[in-house]
């Protein structure tokens, strides 16, 4: 099919797609073939969410509640009427309308689907595996220009990648004993400082997975080891998703795990939540809008250890997942995401620096990783993390797509290396341990392993926010414009470490903030004490 609209039909802006690097198209879809999209909407013209949150910042109101986030931020009744007679008109089934989540899930045959958004579907092989996909703008008629702002599911390639590194003693023969040391999760939250009279009690730590999955039994080993109690473990599925073990560590079991028992061990009060959804544009989204809005757990924190650069994604994609964590942000929810493994490229092999997607989102706490050495139970060395800056090092950088925030314009953030310089959304904003020659030790499918990557990162400050949260009797909420515009006090007060030694490739450490651990790393109890 032609990119050319049909008649009475307009490019859905930001919908464009190219097939995945070294994929091959292998025949069209099957015309029966069920496929359920996402169909993401307006906010209603005068949400003023962003005000909203500009007086949360300035502390001159709390966060929304959830009631008054339903009547204020809601897709209007007049939108979700007009969305579900076009649905009806080109045979398609509307499953659920959401219009908290301002979102409404469509399903029909691939025939149908491909004649409502004029695009054509084809099946693609690449080296992952095979995937439905499809090559230029989606469209939509003209008088729901506007209306719909996002269409995600009729390409379900594998979207995210899971940022965690498993250290291999076998592939390091020479430095197995001379250079390494792994931590539990209980041994960094003492290095880290983290406050020790609280366990998260009241709060619920949301994680998002795309998927693999636990088992009870690695948990109660793994607690039980720590001697610590088990903590309380929901999983909740979306789009299909469901916890579902691979039976190896190197599969996605291994991201699960890693994200349960850091978060667990550091906060075994707090309720988890585990998310499993589709590796997807559609499953990411959607899990992230289901933990916003889930009026069954409430969560005061999200945490998300999977991402792509920046070019990997539609900009349709971006702006919704952007919109969501501002969702989040005025509901008082913190977002903690990993920064990247792969240096300033972000794995992209271009020669340009790229940076990593969802932590590039302003609205998110990106999470950068160092290489943590101890001695005595005290914190004798922090550097970068970078092993190898393509391959084993803290993402970071400079946005190609998110503008400097106003509360990061004070931080002296630098050009991109990038040809034209921009001074785009800097990140990370903190740090944590994250090189799996210092990493993480977790149990996996039977198996006691270490892991390093930003992927521990995020569920660690996840898991520090919750007994912050505890011990104030309410969300800190948004973080972010917190810690830039009151880092000379905490600074002062010694509650972030800055991390002044070494780089991730293009771009170096430094005092105060920089690209690659960003803020610096915590001293959980100066920052509980510190922050306003």
């Known amino acids: ?23 091959r198209p292998i025949g069209p879809v099957d015309p029966n073939e069920r496929v359920e999209v996402t169909v993401y909407l307006r906010g209603p013209a005068a949400s003023n969410l962003t005000n909203h949150i500009s007086e949360q910042i300035q502390q001159k109101r709390p966060p929304l ?7 204020t931020q809601s897709a209007t009744p007049e939108d979700v009427a007009k969305v579900e007679q076009f649905a009806h008109e080109h045979n398609l089934t509307v499953v659920t309308a959401d219009p908290v989540r301002r979102r409404i899930v469509l399903a029909g045959t691939a025939a149908a689907m491909s004649a409502a958004f004029a695009t054509g579907l084809q099946y693609y092989e690449h080296p992952g595996g095979r995937y439905r996909g499809r090559t230029g703008p989606l469209h939509i008629p003209n008088e729901l220009d506007q209306i719909i702002v996002g269409v995600f599911g009729l390409d379900d390639r594998p979207q995210a990648r899971p940022h965690l590194q498993r250290y291999d003693l076998t592939a390091h023969p020479a430095q197995a004993h001379a250079s390494t040391v792994s931590y539990t999760p209980l041994q960094l939250a003492q290095l880290y400082d983290f406050p020790v009279s609280y366990t998260g009690s009241g709060q619920c730590i949301a994680l998002i997975e795309l998927g693999g999955g636990y088992t009870n039994s690695d948990l109660q080993a793994y607690f039980q080891q720590l001697g610590i109690p088990l903590p309380s473990v929901t999983s909740v599925p979306v789009d299909g998703g469901q916890n579902t073990p691979a039976g190896t560590p190197n599969s996605a079991d291994g991201e699960v795990d890693l994200d349960i028992e850091v978060a667990g061990a550091i906060a075994p009060g707090a309720q988890i939540a585990v998310y499993f959804a589709p590796n997807t544009d559609q499953g990411f989204l959607d899990a992230i809008t289901q933990a916003t809005h889930d009026t069954t757990n409430n969560p005061s924190v999200i945490s998300i250890s999977w991402g792509s650069a920046e070019v990997n ?30 240096g300033s490229s972000d794995g992209v092999n271009d ?19 160092t290489r943590l050495e101890s001695a005595n139970n005290a914190v004798t060395s922090e550097v970068v993390w970078n092993d190898n800056s393509a391959t084993s090092a803290t993402g970071g950088g400079i946005s190609d797509v998110f503008d400097l925030p106003t509360w990061q314009a004070g931080a002296n953030v630098p050009p991109s290396k990038n040809p034209g310089g921009r001074v785009g959304r800097g ?15 977790v149990h996996v499918d039977g198996q006691d392993v ?3 990557g930003t992927s521990a990162v995020a569920p660690l400050w996840a898991g520090l926010i919750a007994l912050i949260n505890q011990q ?21 007060a010694k509650a972030l470490r800055d991390v002044t030694s070494g780089n991730n490739g293009d771009y170096s450490a430094g005092p105060g903030w920089d690209a690659c651990t960003g803020l610096g790393t915590p001293d959980g109890a100066k920052l509980l004490a510190a922050l306003p």
């Not at 104030?472 to 002062?492: M, S, T």
């Open 313 to 342: 994604w539609t900009s349709q994609a971006m702006q919704a997942m952007d919109q969501a964590f501002q969702a989040a942000a005025a509901l008082g929810i913190t977002v903690c995401c990993a920064a990247g493994d792969n």
């Open 427 to 441: 990140l990370p904003d903190v740090a944590g341990d994250a090189d799996p020659q210092t990493g993480y030790q």
């Open 351 to 369: 020669g340009k620096a790229h940076v990593d997607f969802p932590a590039s989102s302003p609205f998110a706490l990106a999470c950068g990783g």
């Open 472 to 492: 104030r009797g309410k969300p800190v909420g948004y973080l972010n414009p917190i810690l830039y515009q009151n880092y000379a006090q905490l600074a002062q």
């Open 65 to 71: 509640t959830r009631e008054e986030y339903m009547a």
């Open 1 to 23: 099919m032609t990119n050319t609209p049909p008649q009475g039909y307009k490019k859905l802006s930001g919908s464009e797609r190219e097939p995945l690097a070294n994929a």
């Open 450 to 452: 270490v892991f390093g």
